[in-house]
Nanobody
């Protein structure tokens, strides 16, 4: 059974920062690829940042240089440091996990098997 619980969302202004966290209840956490996805109102969910089981990271072009994803396999956590936030970064952010043998780029484009309930991020100008 996979349970993912996100925290850290909130409302900030353009240019400010937020740090999202995900606590995973997963056995053999280190065998999972982990990632962050987001969905804005009336838009499809999109991949934001993924780190696969080998530690390879990939980011959406829109967040490169501003967001940093990291995982702690000992603590079974995933984080997303978001800097220089923009209004278009607003949306529900979901932590995700997948044990299939795909790489980070594949996950970013195609999604993952398990998602949490999400945490809301709102950026105002």
């Amino acid at each position: 059974q996979v349970q993912l619980v996100e925290s850290g969302g909130g409302s900030v202004k353009t240019g400010q920062s937020l740090r999202l966290s995900c606590a995973a209840s997963i056995s053999r956490y280190g065998t999972y690829g982990m990632g962050w996805f987001r969905q804005a109102p009336e838009k499809e969910r999109e991949g934001v940042a993924v780190v696969d089981r080998y530690g390879e990271k990939t980011y959406a072009d829109s967040v490169k240089g501003r967001f940093t994803v990291s995982r702690d396999d000992a603590k079974k956590t995933l984080s997303l440091e978001m800097n220089n936030l923009k209004p278009e970064d607003s949306g529900m952010y979901y932590c995700a996990a997948d044990r299939r043998e795909f790489g980070a780029r594949w996950y970013l484009s195609n999604g993952m098997d398990f998602y949490g309930q999400g945490t809301l991020v709102t950026i105002s100008s």
